[in-house]
Each structure stands twice: as structure tokens, then as C-alpha cells.
């Protein structure tokens, strides 16, 4: 079947069309070298798409996915719904194009027609397209200094993790080489370094859980177990070489804004004070473990310890374990350690919506075509991103739309849990997304075990011998694991952050609730940068895409206050107050705030502090560029 051509009137659309022809499955082989054509069986699964098989591939010739133009103008861009499609192929899997044109689509009608021909180029540099643009239209901050600059440090960081790695690397690329990095702990990894947990692993595709400028050929599953992660964020801190920046082993305590000298002290736990000119937070939000407040804790005689603080030397064999909460981490160390166990018993405040997980194994012959041809991997990261990001229309744009993944969820349960008593415990009374969706193909088997019983009876205390529920049983328990999840609406955990006039920030954010302008910069707080600060998290993609933007951003307001000669940049409390008001003007009609749950998303006014509730492309656009006048000067 031919696809419908129309021709582009205006630049824009053209552009776009040009990064929707990289992404056509049909045409894709008249682009690019014989050797991704024929990778196409390999590249195809790369979506994560179960529902792609060999009869995609026989058919190829005949699935109508490119987008066509009509009208007059870039408002007109739609696509065209396919006439037929080949058993076997999910709507998802074949119109990457489509989803492209939509993404263009929306920035059209939200902004103006200039991002569509900067988002094409993100597409582009995505695919290495980017190479091919003269020298002097590619841009990064250059981070020059004209002005001296007293403090010890251009810039310090504050976390080791993939945010201050990421912001370590980007500052070392833009010729800066006068800054530091602060980590608690002696390596460099945040939560990967921290959660060894059995069966840990991302939920997020290998391929985007990474940075875009830092491709893996080599992941060894679809979703990249922890070791792989933290082995790879210490690839990149010895490959760019930011050992000699690393402060290991220092926790900073504190940081105080220098009236005067205009820059900032951070001082560690060991006393040490350093200046810097501007500061970095990259301190994470699943860095502090959350435990429940439970009467009694304190008298359990076994062994208990969290998830983030795994007990490796614990034997299970023979035990009887309780487990309190059913998050992420639960999902995923349950099975693993119910076959060891002579009883587990799963207390379960909350049941979340588990989806099937689209993991496995990557075969050699396809990391041996990533790792030949650095396309592929390219194309495939950018399909399995637009494929991520169309969840946000049912997450954010209409939460209705959520219904309908509701049934496939609940078949899910169906089919996999035996029993229809636990079926039922397990099967939650709010609209899918609500709560963080979770991905497992072991969680809902391990559920079935004869050893394994889920209790939804609230705890009305721990004793020395075990935990007692709210209909009085007590039940025996060797150990208890705390699956509780971390303190996430604290973007900087314990860290004291002193701004203009002895201001802590905690204070600042008293009567307004937790907030920044695009969740980075602080009123108050010069030269501040937080990276995943308030409302930046995700729900649906990689958080990896949302710290590069922030990290851009970040550097461009650290580049004026050397180029410039500029000691400070203080967002004005207006462009702040504004922003976040539209901001949770939109958050209240998301499915978060209104799936019928309440979950750690939202703080204890009932406000959503923690995501951001569009395309993650939106955010991009909006941190492309740094605004100064809405900064004011010193």
C-alpha cells in the first residue's frame, strides 16, 4: 500500500517530515546502509512491544505508517490511520512516524512553529542525523570566564548520582575543569550504588535509561539489572575522567549563600568549608530510605532492615519473612526470595496495578549490530522514547483514556492469579496510574506459592516475636523487610540550604507548598541549581531524558555569570508564582491528583510536588533556553 504524499509548504513541517522519514519502518532501508535493513528483524523487538512478531517483518511492505500533510499551515499535520494491519502488530509498535508528527503537533499548537524545527533537530542529534548541520549551528554552553571569580570552585555538585554525573561530564565538555564533586559514600551511583537488593532492576528500556551522548551497546536485558546500571555510571565517571573532581566520602550538611562575597559555602560533615560560585543539587530523590511508623519497632528481636539496606549475609533458608509494603522494590526481591523462605507474609496497605513486563534477554547477534552500527541503536532509543511518551495522553492530558489499559491490566491479574479470593486483594480500586504502575512477570506467580500469604489487615503493632494486625492475630516472623519505599518530597534530603538573608529553603516553601521555576531555580537561592527538583519526576519514561535538560539549562545560567561578568541570577518571585500555578492548575485534572488514590505523589496539602504532568518534550522545550530577564542581576 502506497502512503499518501502531500506537499510541505513551510520549512518547519518539512523538518519534521525529514525525522519522521528516519523513523519509517517502510522507507527506512532507502536512508540508511544495507546492514540496518537487514538488522530489522533485531531492531524491531527493541520497542519493548511484545506484540511485534515475525509477521511485522513479512509485511513491512504494506503497513501504512508514515504521516501526510495537508492544508495550509503546520496546525494541519495529522496522520494517517492505517487501513490495515498484519496480525500480530500493536498500533504502537508501527507508528513511531505517527507519534513524531503528533509530538510536532502539539508544540505547534502550544508554542510557536519555531519548536517543531527544534525538536526535529533533538530527534536528529538523537539519530546522529545532527552531525550532518554546519559546524557553527551546533551549540553548547562555553563556560568562559571574564570576570574573576573569587571562590575556590566555579561550580560545586552535590550528589553522585546520574544527575551530578551528568552535570560533572557537561561541565567538563564546556572546558570547565574548576569544579567539584561532593558524594556521601565512597563510590559514585546513588540509588544503583545503594539498592543490591535481589532481582533489582530498572523499569524503565536499557537503551533510554541512559545517557543520549553515552549509547550501551552491551545491556544484557530489554531492562537493565542494578549491577549493569552501576557498572556503566562508573564507565562514564572514568571515561570522562571525573575521578580527580570526586570528593568521596563527604556528606555535605550544609550550604550558605554569601551576601557579600556572593558565592556559596558548603560544609561537610567533617567541618571542611569549600566556596563555590554556584552549586549544583543533584542529591537525588530515592536516596533516603522511608520507614513506616509502626508501634513497637523497636522491641523485634529479629533481624529487620530495609530494602535500600539489604542484609546480604541474612540466610532465608527455612525462615519465616514478613515483608511490609508492596512498591517497586517489593515487586521485585519478593520473588526471588519467597522459594527460599518456609513462609512469607506480605502486609499490603495499598494493592498497586503490576502490567506484564516486556523484558528479555539481548541476543548476542543484536548487541553486535548496536555496538557496528551506531544508527540502530539511535533509532532504536528514539522509537522506544516516542513510544513511552504517547502514555502521557492518558496519564496527564485525559486521564479517561486509562480505562481502557485498565481491562488489559485486569486481565492481567486474571490470568495469573489463581485464586479468586487473592485476585481480589490484589486488584486495586483506582484508576491505573494513580499510584506508579508497576512491571513484573514474577510478581503475581510468586503469589501463588503455598508459602506465600498477602494480608490487608492494617498493623496494629510489632512485637518482639513477630506483627500484630488490626484483627488482633499475631503472627510469628524470623525477620521483617521494610519495602517502604524512600522520602521523595524533600528534592534535597537532609542538606541545610541557606539563601539571601539567612533564609533556609524549607522556610521559603512554608506557605507556598515545595516549588521552583521549571523545578531547577529557587527565589532567593542565587546561582542554585536543583536537578529533579519539585515537579520534574516521571511517571511514564526516563528520568535520564528530564536530567539532561536540566542540566542544559543549569549551564547556561552558570555561563553568564562568567561571560557576563555577573556575580548572581535570582529567578524573580514572580516568574516562579506563575509558572507553578499553571503548573498545578494542569496537575489537577491529571490522573494523579484525580485517579481516586493518594499516593506519595502528593504532600500533605493534597498537591502534586513531585511530577511533571506533560510530555517530557514540553519540558525540554521549555529549559532549550536560559531567560535572563527573568533573573534578577547583580
Known sequence: MATAAVAVQTEPVRRAQEAAGLFDLVNIGNRVPVSLKRALPSLL?????????????????????????????????YHSPPAAL????SVGAVTVAGSLHLAVRFLFEQFDAEAAEEFTDLLLDQLGAVANKPAATQSRPELTVSAPIQAEYRVAIVGGGFAGLCAAIKLKEAGVNKFVLFEKADEIGGTWRDNVYPGCACDVPSHLYSFSFEPNPNWSRMFAPQAEIWEYQRHCADKYQLRPHLRLGAEVVRIEWDDARQYWRVTTRDGQVTTAKAVISAVGALSIPAYPKLEGVERFAGNAFHSARWDHDYDFEGKTVAVVGTGASAIQFVPQIAPKVKQLNLYQRTPPWVMSKPDRKMSKLEQKILSAVPLAQRVARSGIY??????????????????????????????SIDDPELRKKVTPDYTLGCKRILMSDEYYPALNRDNVEVITDGIAEVTEHGIVTDDGIERHADAIIYGTGFHVSDPIGPMQVVGKGGVEIRDSWKDTGMEAYLGVSVNGFPNFFLLLGPNTGLGHTSIIFMIESQVNYALQGISMLGEDGLDSLDVKPEAQREFNDALQERLDDAVWSAGGCKSWYLDEFGKNRTLWPSFTFEYWYKTRNFEPELYSHS
Do not use: H
Not at 519493548?48 to 500533510?69: C, H, K
Not at 498484519?86 to 502488530?89: A, S
Open 386 to 415: 516516542v513510544w513511552m511518551e504517547a502514555r502521557v495522553l492518558g496519564l496527564a492530558v485525559d486521564p479517561r483514556a486509562m480505562k481502557l489499559a485498565e481491562v488489559f491490566a485486569r486481565r492481567y491479574i486474571d490470568s
Open 45 to 77: 523487538p527493541l520497542t519493548g512491544n511484545r506484540l511485534v512478531d515475525s509477521s511485522v517483518l513479512s509485511n513491512l511492505g504494506r503497513i501504512p505508517v508514515a504521516p501526510y500533510f495537508d492544508g495550509e499551515g503546520p496546525t494541519e499535520i
Open 86 to 89: 498484519p496480525i500480530g502488530v
